[in-house]
Structures are given as structure tokens and as C-alpha cells.
């Protein structure tokens, strides 16, 4: 080809690219027109939510305001969509031009019409139940994402699964995770450049954290980037993780080390970067995970990284050598802030620590950094090195154990937050909840177990009256409105209990939030003032979203209880109320009347004792048994928060079906495995006879009151 006609060529083939390019662009509605343009620019469109915090910056700020502070008493009911399952709902709706896909608990996708609630499509992965028991925090799924035609999921049980917007079906599926390890994907994918960016989780039980990217055409792996170094005798996979081994002791590599990628994962495209958020070091305690010290890196750190490559640029470490569960893997928000007088590209973040982090994001650099609420274990953060000032009781030096707030379950967990470019404020949904810290004597770390390296009777609540009357005095919640520059609350909203819903907030001058007591509620955003509440039978935990259909403006919130606080708190889940789980969308409009079928209560029957011959030392070790192996499902010193079965209550304490249950895996696609392998018949007899002992408590208990 001679040069002339190659340039031809070259100008009528770009040409025509370019005309079938601008043709999609004026033709393409509906999810097959979702791109990174498209995403860029979603301020244009708000009708829609485009992506998981709406925009790229994650504000969850919608600047419809039909529905505002002066109408917003006429919001009613359009329309529910009832869900099959009764676990925990922790998603983000996704809508683009009046269809509305969404997850729920075992990672199941609908598409729905988003004026109606007509059902469009489903799809059940069909996650195997026993999976159910690699997940710390509810088999829960926060959402998908959508682009290009194709709708993303993240499944429990480790897979990523591109489905078609159009049908639901499946067009391609990959593996993210190694099974032998217990990983699980709760997070919402985001997709940026034609990558499908997909973290898990699995900190608590022993495996090595990382974030993926894959091609969203094809479902081939792009990178993956390893938050915490594997074994110093193989290569390290990047030169970063190099130096983050240096920050390790002992043989970290052999419980996996941890620092999950289970929530946050935010694009920036002006500075063309990719944050994320790592979790705790595996095993919460730092004696049993690094025993010579070291700051473990990345744990508990917010990284910067290359989309296209997933190369390091920077990091940022809140909790060095964490000890407590303080994941930094909470919501993060993208701002420009001016600060003292100067204009800044900043990154804002709630982590469970209870500090609230202002950080530059061209460079990782800690602006600012104060408690958004009541903490004890550090006093500050020493803005020259970023570190917290600790207080004596924060290692939780002595033998006896050390009363530390927040607890694991954080100061502010993967509930999203909101930030309003209008008022200025970021609402965090606060947990005020502490946890009683003891280094275990021993430790082992174990398949089926909590390896958590601390003492999980010690950290149990007690039953003295006083005592337990004193603990759950000081279990509470609140929505805080967060001045992010001056550092210092503007208002809140006190709740009887913790783990009450993810935030939005609107044009309208509104914030939304449901609530652990069964609420889904709007506030003037400037001052707090309740303007709007709505009975919603369950409690509400998950990020409501706006969009609008021919012009009309809905809120939709997807309802229904569980999740950590439920699962594993037991008698502290009910400060919030005894709500049950009936999982549920709903959707609201100005002026609509659709109401919710009358709801049936549930009261538990109160059951005789039960002859107990086991002696005390048996019952001891039955609750040893219990805290560790139990308790993370079945509740706190056998309390249920009411999402999975109360074994105080159970038809099987006085039949040998509690042995088939234990170690046959009898209720295995209800995820309760075999516990064969790691407790022996007498182990499950010991359990049994502890489980009876509080039931027999319990009952004394309620004859007192
Ligand atoms: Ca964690």
C-alpha cells in the first residue's frame, strides 16, 4: 500500500469511528448507554443514579428537589417490591432511565420498572448456603454496577458476574477468589475506563487481601493489587509490598494477613486515580499476627492507585499495627474543600476509628483529623506523622479487660455517608458502641473459628444486672451532620441504638436515613429539624437514592434487618428495638397512598427451663466453645439479635438433632456447615449444656422482670 492511500485509509476508518461513536452517543438510552462519559457527566442527568455513590465522587448529593423541605410531609408510598429472603439488605439501587437494578441478600439482582415496581427481570447466582458461613457480616450485597449494557455483581461466594441489562442473563462469569480460603464479596463493583474494579472480604478468618480489575467486555483479569505482602521467600508482586513486608514480623503470611478491600473503592477522575479502603490485620490482635511488632502495612490505610495498572502512587495508614478490627475500608467521599483560605482537592472519611479524616488526595497528606464522636482509646492525631495519640488502655495492656470505644463494630461501619455541597456537611451514621478488649492467653488460629487472637468470653456481656444494665446504658446512635472544615458537628439526631441506615441527601434542603427501629425518615438538611417519617415495619440500614420518571421525583430505600450488629451482638442489637426483617424496596412520591400489608407480630413464647445436669466447669467450657465458634452468627452468650436462630430456643437442645445439626451439616444450604472437623461430639455436648444454662438464665431473668 503506497503511503498516500495508507493515510486515506487511516482518515475514512477514524472517520467512521467517529461517526458511529457520536451516532451511539445520541442514540444509546438505557444501561447499554452507561459509560465513562456519561458517568462524568451525571450531574446532567440527575433522573438517574448512574453509579454506586451516584457520581464519581461518591457525595450521594441529588440535586432534585420537586420533593423538598416544603412538600416533603406529602411523601407516600408508590410502590414495594417483597423480597425472598429474610437476611440482611444492605444495597444501593442503581437507576438509569426508569429501570431500577438492585441486589439483595445472596447476591440476587432485579431490574424493575422504576415508576412502577413492574418486575423486568431476576437473577439468582445461586450462591451455595454453606458459603453463608464465610461471611462475618450477613450474606449481604451493597450492589452492582452498570455499563456498556451489562449489569456487574459481586457474589458471596467469590465470583464477579457481568449480566445483560437487557435480559438478566448471564454473558460472563469469573472466579475472583481462591476457595480454599474464606473470602467473600459483599462490595459493590464500580467500573471505570471499561474495568470492572472488585474487592472481598474475609479479614476476620484468615485471608490475604486484594483489589481486581477486569475487563468489562470479557471478564479477563486487567491487574490485581495485593494490600498486604504474601511470603518474603516467593517474589513480592509489587515493589511497595516489599517495603510493607519490612513492617511485619513472624510468619504473617501463614493467617493471611488481611487488610481486606470490602467497601470503599472510589475513581477520581481529575487526578485519574483509584482509592481504596483496606481492613484489619488477621488476627485483630497484633501479638498473634506480627508478635515483634511493625506497623503492618497496608492494613487499616487508604491507598491510591493507577486504574489502568493498578500501580501505587500513595498511602495513607490511620490505624498502624491495629489491634481492634478498625477497618479503613468505610465510605470515602471526594471534595473540593477551601481550607483556610486555600482551595483543596480532598478525600473525606468516617472510618470505624471514630476519627473523621480530611485528606489531601494529590498526595495522601493528612489535612485534619477529630473524633465525630465520644472515643477513649486516643486522644488526637498527631497531624505531623498521621499517627493517633493512644491512650493507656488502648493495646489493652492488662489482665484485665480494657472497656475500648468504639468496639469492632465501629464508630461508623459501611452504612453510606452523604456530603451536601449546599449546607457543607457530611451526615455520618454514628454507632456509639464499645467492646471489652483481653489479649487471649493462647491462641490458635482455626478454620471455622473466630481468629480474632482476644479473649471472646472476657469480651461477652455479663449477666450481673447492674453490670449489664450499665453496658447497655451507654449503647447508642445518632445521625451527625459534620462540618468537614471546621471539624466539628453542626447537629445530630439521637436513636436509641446503633446501625441505623446510610444517608442522602438533596437539593430539596433534605436529608434521608431509615432507622434500627423500623423508620425511614427526612430532616431538614440545615438544621436537623424531622419534617417526615414513615413506619417501615423492619429496620432500614441500607443508602436510600433519588431519581425522577416523566418528570416525577422518587426516593427509594431497599429495606430489611441484619448484617454484623444483629448477627453478633446479641442483647446490645436490641437498644435499637426488636424489629424483624421483612425484606423489601420501597419507594416513595409526592402524594402517592400505596400502603404495606398489615404486619403479623412475632412474639417469642417464653419456654420452660430445661433440666441442666452439666457441671460448672462443663458449662465454662461450653462457653468457650460458644464465643468462638457461635457467637459470631448465633449471637453474643447465645442472645440472637433476631436475624438467625435464638439457641435458647431451639426444639433440638433436648434431641440428638442438636448433634446432627453440629457435626452433620444437617442445615448445610441454610449455611450452617459441619462443624465436624474442628469439635467433637463432646465439644457440641459442652455447647449444648452451656446454651441450656442461659436459656434457664434467661428465663429467671424474664420471671424478675
Ligand atoms: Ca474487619
Not at 436537623?528 to 440500614?541: C, D, E, P
Not at 455447647?687 to 436459656?695: E, G, H, M
Request: aromatic content about 10%.
Amino acid at each position: 500500500m503506497d503511503r498516500p492511500r495508507a493515510l486515506f485509509v487511516v482518515a475514512l476508518v477514524l472517520a467512521l469511528c467517529g461517526c458511529t461513536r457520536r451516532a451511539a452517543e445520541q442514540t444509546a438510552s438505557g444501561a447499554p448507554g452507561v459509560d465513562g462519559s456519561r458517568i462524568l457527566t451525571a450531574d446532567r442527568e440527575p433522573q438517574n443514579w448512574l453509579t454506586h455513590g451516584r457520581t464519581y465522587n461518591e457525595q450521594r448529593f441529588s440535586s432534585l428537589k420537586q420533593i423538598s423541605d416544603q412538600n416533603v410531609g406529602q411523601l407516600g408510598l408508590a410502590w414495594s417490591y417483597d423480597l425472598d429472603t429474610r437476611r440482611g439488605q444492605e444495597g444501593t439501587p442503581i437507576v438509569v432511565d426508569g429501570v431500577m437494578y438492585f441486589t439483595s441478600a445472596w447476591s440476587k439482582v432485579f431490574a424493575v420498572n422504576a415508576a412502577t415496581g413492574a418486575a423486568l427481570w431476576s437473577f439468582d447466582p445461586q450462591v451455595p448456603g454453606e458459603w453463608g458461613i464465610n461471611a462475618c457480616c450477613d450474606v449481604v450485597n451493597r450492589g452492582v454496577a452498570v455499563w456498556r449494557g451489562k449489569v456487574f455483581v459481586g457474589a458471596l461466594d467469590g465470583r464477579l458476574i457481568a449480566l445483560d441489562a437487557t435480559t438478566g442473563k448471564p454473558v460472563w462469569e469469573v472466579l475472583t477468589v481462591d476457595r480454599n480460603f474464606r473470602y467473600t464479596i459483599t462490595g459493590a463493583p464500580r467500573v471505570v475506563d471499561g474495568k470492572v474494579i472488585i474487592g472481598n472480604g474475609g479479614g476476620e478468618y484468615g485471608v490475604r487481601g486484594y483489589v481486581s480489575a477486569y475487563d468489562a467486555e470479557t471478564g479477563k483479569l486487567v491487574w490485581r493489587f495485593y494490600t498486604v505482602p504474601g511470603d518474603p521467600s516467593k517474589s513480592f508482586e509489587s515493589p511497595i509490598l516489599e517495603k510493607a513486608a519490612k513492617t511485619w514480623s513472624g510468619e504473617w503470611w501463614k493467617t493471611g494477613g488481611g487488610g481486606t478491600v470490602w467497601d470503599a473503592i472510589v475513581y477520581d477522575p481529575e487526578l485519574d486515580l483509584l482509592y481504596i479502603g483496606t481492613g484489619n490485620g488477621v488476627p485483630w490482635n497484633e501479638k498473634y499476627r506480627s508478635p515483634k511488632g511493625g506497623d503492618n502495612l497496608l492494613t487499616c490505610s487508604i491507598v491510591a492507585l493507577k486504574p489502568d495498572t493498578g500501580e501505587y502512587v500513595w498511602h495513607y495508614q490511620q490505624d498502624a499495627a491495629d489491634d481492634w478490627d478498625f477497618d479503613s475500608s468505610e465510605h470515602i467521599i471526594l471534595a473540593d474543600l477551601v481550607i483556610d483560605g486555600r482551595p483543596r482537592k480532598v478525600l473525606l472519611q468516617a472510618p470505624k476509628n471514630g476519627f473523621f479524616y480530611v485528606i489531601d488526595r494529590t498526595n495522601g497528606a493528612l489535612i485534619s483529623a477529630k473524633p465525630y464522636t465520644y472515643i477513649n482509646w486516643a486522644t488526637g492525631v498527631d497531624l505531623k506523622t498521621g499517627r493517633p495519640i493512644e491512650t493507656a488502655i488502648a493495646r489493652y495492656p492488662g489482665k484485665d479487660p480494657a472497656p475500648i470505644v468504639p468496639g469492632p463494630l465501629g464508630a461508623h461501619s459501611w452504612q453510606p455517608m452523604s456530603y451536601s455541597p449546599l449546607t457543607g456537611l457530611v451526615y455520618i451514621p454514628v454507632n456509639d458502641v464499645g467492646f471489652k478488649f483481653k489479649s487471649a492467653d493462647d491462641f490458635e488460629p482455626k478454620k471455622l473459628a473466630a481468629n480474632y487472637g482476644i479473649d471472646t468470653v472476657a469480651a461477652g456481656m455479663p449477666q450481673d444486672p447492674k453490670i449489664k444494665k450499665a453496658i447497655l446504658d451507654t449503647v447508642k446512635g445518632k445521625l451527625v451532620a459534620w462540618d468537614p472544615v471546621q471539624q466539628k458537628q453542626a447537629w445530630a439526631i439521637e436513636r436509641p441504638g446503633p446501625w441505623n441506615g446510610g444517608l442522602l441527601s438533596t437539593a430539596g434542603n433534605l436529608v434521608f436515613e431509615g432507622t434500627a427501629s423500623g423508620y425511614f425518615e427526612a430532616y431538614r438538611a440545615d438544621t436537623g429539624a424531622r419534617l417526615w417519617s414513615f413506619a417501615a415495619q423492619t429496620g432500614v440500614m441500607a443508602g436510600p437514592v433519588t431519581y425522577s420518571v416523566n418528570g416525577e421525583q422518587y426516593v427509594a430505600v431497599l429495606a430489611g434487618w441484619g448484617g454484623v450488629f444483629p448477627l453478633a451482638t446479641g442483647e446490645v442489637s436490641f437498644k435499637s428495638g426488636r424489629v424483624q426483617n421483612i425484606s423489601r424496596m420501597l419507594v416513595f412520591k409526592l402524594g402517592a397512598t400505596a400502603s404495606l400489608p398489615t404486619l403479623e407480630p412475632s412474639e417469642k413464647p417464653l419456654l420452660p427451663p430445661l433440666p441442666n445436669r452439666a457441671s460448672a466447669v462443663t458449662i465454662r467450657k461450653g462457653e468457650q466453645l460458644y464465643q468462638r465458634y457461635c457467637a459470631q452468627c448465633h449471637g453474643d452468650v447465645a442472645v440472637s439479635g433476631g436475624v438467625l436462630p435464638d439457641l435458647r430456643y431451639s426444639g433440638t437442645l433436648e434431641s440428638d438433632a442438636w448433634f446432627s445439626d453440629v457435626l452433620k451439616g444437617i442445615l448445610q444450604s441454610e449455611g450452617m456447615v459441619s462443624f465436624a472437623k474442628e469439635l467433637s461430639r463432646q465439644d457440641a455436648a459442652d455447647i449444648r449444656s452451656y446454651v441450656i444454662f442461659r436459656r434457664n438464665q434467661s428465663v429467671e431473668e424474664n420471671q424478675a422482670r
